[in-house]
């Protein structure tokens, strides 16, 4: 970077109107992290922009000065993407949080990248349409489209990449373009859209998203299902997703982690690995699914079967799973928590997942192991005290066996959370023979290398 910090900021004050940019040192800070337990770095210069035409200048002036520029949404995101490592330019979309356009025909939406996925389901209730992506946190549309991230829900209607239709993205010399339409498909050339989700704003900056909903289902019955082990659950699973019904969610919660929420929270869950299990449909297709559902994990050893149908009712049994991650760092004080993410496939998650239980346990980590059992994604929250070397060596070398598990078995390193800091090292394990494809992209939109420096790609 060429310019002087005080002059960044009068010269993205100009870029703004009413000069939507500060160095306040709170601010800044705010800005250099996110969820993850990666290392704080501050930016030069917070910009609160609220069109395209405001970040196409701010990117073209970047871009001449070599200027590093990282988009911040929600800032829930695990590994790091929106720490601006190099300093310069943090782009807050807070000011573009617009639904611009419901087309319920059409079930599509467009909206501004810093709308939440709550705010959005808000706007699309009316048209009794919803948008079904579900990471667990409130995040913002744009992180989750930059991420490709998926959820609860993914076993159904599947991830982001699933719902984007179009893209308008700002490239790093301040060119405006759209990368789809609104067709349901196309054979048109290369798909962008689908390289543009996921990219995690080393590409560019996305202004507008237009994604695919859906129609609100009629009924929604959830249950949860207790198993003498792991291994039984996941069989259990694999079994309900041959026999072809319609289920929406299908998580996995292992013992540690029903006791952890037991202890949190004012539940008293038998503690044993659990799988949470939600139905959407019309009240007879439900009840039905339900009940054979219940009776196929009966045959692989399920055993305490409850079922919920009120939505207050439905929140409660799925804040179980939803805030794991919070009963352990309540659990812990003091301590950080490592989260990771691989995806196998489903044939060898039972396997994977008693693997990472015992490396946890023989190397002495606490945490637990939870995941999307239906399509094979699942995690492990490690927590360990961040000012002690030799517990974040630990913690680093559970994460490793894990990923090298996923990987030696034809899985990946991520499923949801993405590559950002902490993964780069295994996208080269993963993808060796491709990488240099992917870097001379990268070199081709972002020659001078100012969108997201440091991430993905080092």
Not at 67 to 82: K, N, Q, T, Y
Not at 224 to 252: D, H, K, Y
Request: contains cysteine; hydrophobic residues 40%.
């Amino acid at each position: 970077m060429n310019i002087a910090h005080a002059d960044l900021l009068l010269e993205m004050q100009k870029r703004t109107s009413e000069k939507r940019a500060t160095q306040n040192e709170t601010v800044l800070w705010q800005h250099s992290r996110d969820e993850s337990y990666h290392q704080p770095v501050s930016p030069d210069v917070v910009v609160y922009p609220k069109s395209a035409d405001e970040i196409s200048s701010i990117l073209t002036f970047a871009n001449e000065h070599h200027i590093p520029v990282v988009p911040f949404g929600a800032g829930s995101s695990l590994e790091g993407h929106c720490i601006p490592v190099k300093g310069g330019i943090s782009l807050n979309f807070q000011e573009m949080k617009e639904v611009l356009e419901i087309r319920p025909d059409d079930f599509l939406v467009k909206v501004q990248p810093g709308v939440t996925r709550t705010q959005l389901n808000l706007a699309l209730k009316k048209f009794g349409l919803f948008f079904p992506v579900d990471p667990g946190a409130d995040a913002t549309i744009g992180g989750m489209a930059a991420t490709n991230a998926s959820g609860t829900t993914s076993v159904k209607y599947g991830i982001m990449r699933d719902q984007v239709r179009n893209l308008q993205v700002v490239l790093a010399d301040g060119q405006i373009i759209q990368t789809g339409g609104l067709a349901a498909k196309s054979s048109a050339g290369y798909h962008l859209t689908s390289m543009f989700v996921g990219s995690e704003g080393t590409l560019g900056v996305f202004t507008e998203i237009t994604l695919k909903v859906y129609g609100i289902p009629e009924s929604v019955l959830a249950a949860r299902c207790t198993f003498p082990s792991v291994q039984s659950a996941v069989e259990a699973a694999s079994a309900v997703l041959s026999s072809g019904t319609g289920i929406a969610r299908m998580e996995l919660v292992d013992e540690r982690s029903i006791i952890q929420v037991n202890h949190n929270s004012d539940t008293a869950y038998t503690e044993a690995p659990t799988l949470f299990l939600e139905f959407h449909g019309n009240p007879s297709s439900v009840t039905y699914e339900a009940s054979l559902t219940k009776e196929l994990l009966e045959n692989f050893g399920g055993l305490e079967w409850v079922e919920e149908r009120d939505s207050k009712a439905r929140a409660k049994l799925w804040e179980a799973r939803h805030n794991l991650a919070y009963a352990f760092k309540h659990g812990y004080p003091g301590k950080s928590m490592m989260f990771t993410d691989v995806c196998l496939p489903l044939s060898e998650l039972s396997g994977a997942i008693v693997h990472a239980r015992k490396t946890m346990d023989e190397i002495g980590v606490p945490g637990a192991v939870l995941g999307h059992v239906g399509d094979g994604n699942f995690h492990a929250i490690l927590m360990y005290d961040a000012v002690i070397d030799a517990e974040r060596k630990k913690a680093d070398q559970v994460n490793g066996s894990i990923v090298d598990y996923a990987l030696r078995k034809g899985g990946t390193c991520t499923g949801e959370h993405g590559i950002g800091i902490g993964k780069a090292k295994f996208l080269r394990k993963e993808h060796a023979d491709t990488l240099p494809i992917m870097a001379s992209i990268k070199k081709q939109l972002d020659p001078n290398d100012i969108l997201n420096p440091g991430k993905i790609i080092l």
